[in-house]
């Protein structure tokens, strides 16, 4: 009866994983000559191994990924995408964002930039780092909407504090003068607190005439592309097109 009460109060406590760890023990006699110092030990790691997966479990939610099963294992590495697999395997043990690197992912539409991105942002969810996924215009559409409500500073603040950042469709339609603005604020602040990936379609040398103004291009590229790992994705074959071909070819053969 104490046993019970005891795992009760665990399970009332929030302590789900120690009430489980006990329970097993309780249950299975082969505990009973193991010490009490290795016995209680046992516990508080179940316990800690459960709020660890549920950390991780919310970082990834919250993180927003478009490709939730991605991950670095499965990048496709072939002749024609000319990927340097040693700097990607490096890159995903997170270093780069402990350090406050950048990550500039080129290529066409279709190239598979997403993936990698999404890839190499699930990896830092599971180094337990804060991630967030978005479309570049979304996020100033975002922030536009946090001005005209008098929360601005707050919003680029909290966008500022993620320690890796992830925009895909990277300057894909020219800037307006506000959102140059908003760009440059978020971009300034966080040359000091985390990392971006950067997902594009053009070349850097292109990013000025996406941005607009000239001193304020300079200054937004300065932030990012002197700290930056760069990798371009090779290939004229749409990765899209190649996973749609092989999905509709399973379907017909299954």
């Known amino acids: 009866m104490l046993n019970e009460n005891t795992v009760t109060k665990l399970r009332d406590m929030k302590l789900s994983g120690m009430a489980d760890a006990m329970n097993a023990q309780i249950n299975d006699k082969g505990f009973e000559q193991m010490p009490f110092e290795d016995r209680f030990g046992l516990i508080v790691d179940a316990e800690h191994t459960r709020r660890q997966n549920n950390r991780m479990d919310r970082l990834i939610k919250e993180a927003g990924y478009v490709v939730s099963g991605a991950s670095v294992e499965d990048i496709e590495y072939s002749e024609e995408r000319k990927l340097n697999r040693n700097l990607i395997k490096r890159l995903s043990t997170c270093n780069y964002v402990h350090e406050r690197q950048n990550i500039i992912l080129l290529g066409p539409a279709g190239s598979g930039k997403t993936f990698m991105a999404n890839a190499l942002g699930m990896a830092a969810s599971r180094n337990r780092l804060t991630v967030k996924y978005c479309k570049l215009a979304d996020l100033l559409g975002d922030l536009a909407i946090a001005q005209g409500e008098g929360i601005y500073k707050k919003a680029v603040r909290q966008c500022a504090k993620v320690k890796l950042l992830i925009l895909d469709e990277w300057l894909l339609f020219?800037?307006?003068?506000?959102?140059?603005?908003?760009?440059y604020d978020l971009m300034d602040l966080r040359a000091n607190t985390?990392?971006?990936i950067f997902c594009s379609q053009f070349e850097i040398s292109a990013w000025h005439g996406k941005i607009g103004e000239t001193a304020v291009a300079d200054s937004i590229c300065d932030r990012i592309v002197h700290n930056s790992h760069k990798?371009?994705?090779?290939?004229?074959?749409s990765m899209r097109k190649r996973r749609h071909s092989v999905e509709i070819q399973s379907s017909l053969n299954g």
């Open 174 to 183: 020219p800037l307006m003068p506000d959102e140059a603005k908003h760009l």
């Open 194 to 196: 985390g990392s971006t």
């Open 231 to 237: 990798i371009v994705i090779g290939g004229n074959d």
